[in-house]
């Protein structure tokens, strides 16, 4: 773990807590449902995503860990983070959207630790510089305890058009780098994301909440109070987890709250630049590994890839000899059932496949 | 078989000689020095090249046929050929190239049928017209029976640099269609190639040959006697191929004989335009395959390929699912334990993966 000079140690009552689900459909066939996107090691580190997450946290946090993934990832997560208290990981009998995930270990810290702050952060996301991260949750944690929403909003560092944009208003007294939220925004088409730059005053949003439980649970339950109740009666009595779960509606914590708070002005937004990025297709992942002289880029074994005037990605998963000639910005993607060819800046299309053979009833690929 | 509709029967006396060798390099990794290139079914068809040959040559030769391959391939090439006799193949010690091992054919040939015609045909070339293919033959078997070394030069269909070319000369009296031939070229520069094209009097020198057995050993006597000699003390006594073979020269037909005899004024061309291809690479391989809908042509089964807005060659023999999207001329060639990935004019420069593998000391793969 990066050591965070300068910084104290961790922070009192902050709780990480880190929804793992999701399939990464973009990055098939290296993720699948039944092994994904966050349980894989897509830098070269070593580190799956979910660790690499655990370890960015651990100075703020210590053990202070909640994984929320689907019963059938349980076990992997256990597998991964070994050195986790056994109740650090929450199994979701089923998927309900990050509302369902958030809310139900904001319900669980809630009675756990009254002065509890939640953090929240996917599992699946990748930060380059942790310690300019932990400075900026620091910030965030100190908003959170005077009962904002508060969201790290990533500086952008061009107009991109996948992610949605919150738009930064009045600083916030008292609290150096903080500022109200005035609202989110979906994402935009190109010319709009080019405005928002420009203006200097958006943000992307990285889904990354600092809340307090009760004040999370209590503005869902201006917008959403049967999804609140239900969510303290699982906490209060687990048991009813298997019965009230499915009744849950699947949404968005950011629909669910953040931006009906931010209209209501209880959102708070603290900028970040610390290298972010959601690894959202092969593109996204080409551009986080270095290199070779060439310009190509392993991800895996570069002793399995045999390269002549190739730039692009490779990623070797497949226990074969991977030779590639004379392509440029190519990517493949060879596992030991499925092979991916595309290019990086088609690299969004792969959803097209894995749709396709969704319909065909190829399920065993996915 | 097709049937010839208005030819005559089988031709009397006349061979079928096939040489198979060649590892195929620039069909890596489908193509291997222990599964090579003659072996495969590269047209969909069902049958393998070698076998497409014998097919062809059938209703000429019926079971006259001698295939020359090297002996780690002999019982590849029986399997494949169950219904010829027992001595219809015969296996090289070594590589020799194409003099020894035609030579060889002929040798035998001379003893075993005074009147022989001997037509050579590569195991691994494609024709799409056998018909018209078989008609042209018929034409050279005449010339060949009058001592003439004849070869089938190919109607170029564009100014191709891969190919050597023959140069036509004065109809050769009494042989409709038969021209003496002036002389073989090398692989000539592009202009040149655009010149010898433009000028109607070059084909291509596909390396088909029509000889009486006597003739062509008495050529190579007059250029390399002792080569002649040995063939011969082979054919007479079988027992002295494996002390002989070794000291052979290792050069082609083409060098040893074919060339000093046009020179001599011995050698007589029929042209031929039947489709011939001789899948030098995956761009020919790909040019003999019929498209979808989209332009992405499938060598295997199609439905292992899932393709979106994709042109160029899948070959899924690897038992794997391949997904290729947003690419235009991609060559993807999936095996079990090798994978290539370039575009149909990069095709050529396999070889330099394949060299590369065999300086690391990766024979497994070739």
Redesign the interface.
Known sequence: MTSDAGSPGDVDHLWAVIPAGGAGTRLW?LSRRTDPKFLHDLTGTGRSLLQATVDRLAPLVEDRVVVVTGEPHRAAVRRQLPALPDDAVVAEPSPRDSMAAIGLAAALLERRDPEAVLGSFAADHVITDPQDFRRVVRRAVGAAREDWLVTIGIEPTGPATGFGYVREGAALAGHEGVHVARAFVEKPPAEVAAAYVASGEYRWNAGMFLVRPSVLLDLLGRWHPHFAVDLRRIAAEPSLLPDLWPGLPRIALDHAVAEPAADAGRVAVVPGAFGWDDVGDFASLAGMLPADRDGLRVLGDATAV?A??ATGLVVPA?G????????DD?V?V??????????T???Q??K??VA??QEEG?GE?L
């Not at 074969?320 to 392509?327: F, P």
């Open positions: 066939p045999r002549v005037d497949g074969r000899t991977v030779a590639v000639v004379g392509l190519v493949v060879d596992t030991g059932d499925a092979l991916l060819v595309t290019s800046d088609r690299a299309e792969v097209a496949v396709a053979l190829r690929l």
